[in-house]
């Protein structure tokens, strides 16, 4: 098997282990891989249930959307994926979620602070949320590269979130850290005291470990 149609197994994968994790619903969300030598985007298809999804529904694209292989449309949030992409040349890989804690957030327009240890490393600080935009435009993903600078996730106004990574596997940890922290801080302000870690501290954990 060659190293084209072992991304598209690994794509087909990781989308399965998400739905299965319910990091979305439906047929909702999406996630991508990018080689940039060749300029193709692997992309989940729009409107294909994930139950029944194999590797032949996988689209390739090019970042200005032209098709190279697949019988479906692309996912419709492909401009946000090929924004990133263009904007961020060492990612490789793009999750994108609704997962509902995470995007409960996202809808009351709150930042998730850092609130776990866990954050640091994979998240590289607090969760920020990016502007609104419609939803299947380039603004979309404009707007979550302006929280992406140096952060690994980020918020969608009333939409959703975002991770990105170097492989398929840590932007999918990454989406996992995001809905885990957003499921603890709701539980936390639900008890009625939400204690963040210093600043100070923060910077000294980023100082003194390496992304996850």
Known sequence: MNEYNLRKQELLAYTKQAYNEALF?????????????????????????YATMTEDDIMAIKLDGTI???????SSEWRMHAEIYKARPEIRAIVHTHSPYATSFAVSHEIIPVILIEMIPFLRG????????????EEVGREAIKKLNDRNACLLANHGVVTIGANLAQAHIRALYAEDAAKI???????????????????????????I
């Open 25 to 49: 619903a439906g047929t909702s969300g999406n996630l991508s891989t990018y080689d940039a030598l060749t300029g193709i985007i692997l992309i989940t298809p729009s409107s294909v249930p």
């Open 126 to 137: 607090d969760i920020q949320i990016a502007g609104f935009a419609i939803p299947g435009t």
């Open 68 to 74: 190279t292989e697949g019988k479906h449309r692309p």
């Open 185 to 211: 801080y709701s539980l936390a302000k639900s008890n009625g005291n939400v204690v963040t870690i210093p600043p100070e501290y923060v910077k000294i954990m980023l100082d003194k470990y390496k992304t």
